[in-house]
């Protein structure tokens, strides 16, 4: 393909356009993961805060938190299988009581307090988190493929037009 082509430069916008989107849907992912963590991270100083205060765990915060608590075998299970989540919360102080497991797609909140022993499921699934920027970069990528495919088709009779001049230009135009 000529460089000097429209179609050439159509085609190398439309690629800058769909890394752009790319890399902007990943930039935002990984903003919202992390405020994600950050506010399950803030739930849980509240849970640890109230369990301090009245001595139990406060069913009320669980379920506005969309929390729910796990026990027995489940629970040993879980601690056994899953893995530790890295974060990134400041210092140790602050989330010395807590850790963040991850267990089958699910997140989990592990709370030890001298007398208390916890383990909370995060009841919001990855397509309930994360639902919104899935639907927002698919619509956005369907776009910018109509918008591509529409304008290339509207450009296909010039490069007719300019193969008609070149052989007008030869004499060879019938």
Known sequence: MNRHSILFKLNILFIIALLATIIAAFSMTMHMAKKDQNE???????LIKEMRTTGEIP?????EFRLKMVENDE???ILQNAHKRKHDLGPRHLWKHRTFLSYKGHRYLHIKLRNVNVLLKDEQTFMGRFFTPI???MGILFLLT????????SLVPLKKLERDIVSYGEGTLK
């Open 75 to 77: 629970k040993r299970k």
């Open 146 to 153: 109509i918008m591509y495919i529409l304008l290339r088709r």
């Open 40 to 46: 399950l991270f803030y739930k849980s100083r509240l």
């Open 59 to 63: 069913s009320t915060l669980l379920q």
């Open 135 to 137: 639907l927002v970069l």
